[in-house]
């Protein structure tokens, strides 16, 4: 919608052909964005050859599950220097790799530094109507990254450069963790101090985890970091808060999942990250207590208890800059 409204030949792939027609002769996509008309100039299409021909920028949005499957769909068709920009928010199951290694991987022949990641709070719902929204790009090589920049900048999408690749994807997948949480904490009637108190902590857990990986701690501070994780853990639109919201209102995992219809990214995302604090020898103690409730059948009130009840700890870990009774900060 936003690269339509900017004028650009839009083409939407789909493997739904009622979806493609309703698109293409309704302007409208009744079952993902209920009661909005749609910009008559983007075509959509169940063939990936047309929707690739002559394409010089793809979008991929796939959901992370799906993500290696389209591109490897996408490879007989892609013009050399295209410039792949993707907005997943997840990890590959199994391989715990980002969205960009698993394009790279599946593309050998592109500069992996020129593949660009797209995140920050931006529910699809407020998009397409053209709400007032922020969100970073992320590539390697600057110039990709202002490329996509250009391509999407307008009135009221405004999209901000940043060099940290694995810090955008890594924030922007871990917080649909959190999201699930906060979720959660509502269902079971808890007050907004739990809800402060979980994307608070939360941001800590996914900062600590990032920065074992290689992020930038900055990185965690701006739209895809805090930005996404106030919007995901607030927003009605989020499917993840929805998710634990119900969860914690006592539906079962398959009940939710099943009725849905809508991916839940925040589900796997949670065993991947539960996964990689291992890896990374790091603590995430509200993943670890969301992992026995999604895959252990651990009650969500007493995965509550069980994050309250931790031993003392402080609440700024590294590199202090204000250290104790005036002594000289130790790192
Ligand atoms: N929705 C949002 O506001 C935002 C979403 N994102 C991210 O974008 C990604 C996709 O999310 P979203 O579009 O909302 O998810 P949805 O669940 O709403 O839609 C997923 C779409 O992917 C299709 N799909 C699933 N598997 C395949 C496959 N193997 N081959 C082809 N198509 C497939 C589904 O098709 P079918 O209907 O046939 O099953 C469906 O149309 C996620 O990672 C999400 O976190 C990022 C920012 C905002
Ligand atoms: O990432 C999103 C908004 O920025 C969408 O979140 P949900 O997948 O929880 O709906």
């Given at each position: 919608a936003v690269l339509a409204d900017n004028k650009l030949d839009v083409t939407l792939w789909t493997r739904n052909a009622a979806q493609a027609e309703e698109i293409n002769t309704k302007h409208t996509n009744g079952r993902f964005l209920k009661g909005t008309e749609l910009h008559p100039g983007i075509r959509a299409t169940t063939s990936m050859e047309e929707a690739l021909q002559d394409a010089d920028?793809?979008?991929?949005?796939?959901?992370?599950?799906?993500?290696?499957?389209?591109?490897?769909?996408?490879?007989?068709?892609?013009?050399?220097?295209?410039?792949?920009?993707?907005?997943?928010?997840?990890?590959?199951?199994?391989?715990?790799?980002?969205?960009?290694?698993?394009?790279?991987?599946?593309?050998?022949?592109?500069?992996?530094?020129?593949?660009?990641?797209?995140?920050?709070?931006?529910?699809?719902?407020?998009v397409v109507v053209r709400c007032p929204t922020t969100v970073v790009v992320a590539a390697k090589?600057?110039?990709?990254?202002?490329?996509?920049?250009?391509?999407?900048?307008?009135?009221?999408?405004?999209?901000?450069?940043?060099?940290?690749?694995?810090?955008?994807?890594?924030?922007?997948?871990?917080?649909?963790?959190?999201?699930?949480?906060?979720?959660?904490?509502?269902?079971?009637?808890?007050?907004?101090?739990?809800?402060?108190?979980?994307?608070?902590?939360?941001?800590?857990?996914?900062?600590?985890?990032?920065?074992?990986?290689?992020?930038?701690?900055?990185?965690?501070?701006?739209?895809?970091?805090?930005?996404?994780?106030?919007?995901?853990c607030t927003s009605q639109h989020s499917r993840n808060w929805n998710a634990g919201n119900r969860l914690g209102r006592g539906e079962t995992l398959d009940e939710v999942l099943q009725s849905t219809g809508m991916v839940v990214e925040g589900v796997k995302t949670t065993k991947a990250a539960y996964e990689l604090s291992r890896q990374y020898h790091v603590s995430m103690p509200i993943t670890n207590v969301l992992y026995k409730v999604l895959f252990e059948g651990k009650e969500p009130r007493t995965a509550v208890e069980e994050l309250m009840g931790r031993l003392r700890t402080h609440e700024i870990e590294e590199t202090p800059t204000v250290s104790w009774n005036g002594e000289e900060p130790t790192p």
């Open positions: 920028s793809v979008v991929l949005a796939a959901t992370s599950s799906a993500m290696r499957e389209v591109v490897s769909q996408m490879k007989p068709y892609l013009k050399p220097g295209t410039l792949l920009i993707h907005a997943t928010k997840g990890f590959e199951t199994g391989t715990l790799k980002r969205m960009t290694e698993v394009i790279a991987e599946e593309l050998p022949q592109t500069d992996p530094d020129r593949i660009v990641v797209l995140s920050g709070p931006s529910h699809a719902e407020e090589c600057l110039e990709a990254a202002e490329a996509a920049q250009d391509l999407f900048m307008n009135a009221t999408f405004r999209v901000y450069t940043n060099p940290d690749v694995l810090g955008v994807e890594v924030s922007g997948a871990l917080k649909n963790i959190i999201a699930l949480g906060a979720g959660m904490s509502d269902g079971l009637g808890f007050g907004d101090n739990a809800k402060a108190a979980l994307l608070t902590r939360g941001l800590a857990e996914i900062s600590r985890l990032g920065v074992a990986m290689g992020a930038n701690p900055f990185t965690f501070a701006g739209l895809a970091g805090i930005g996404d994780l106030v919007v995901t």
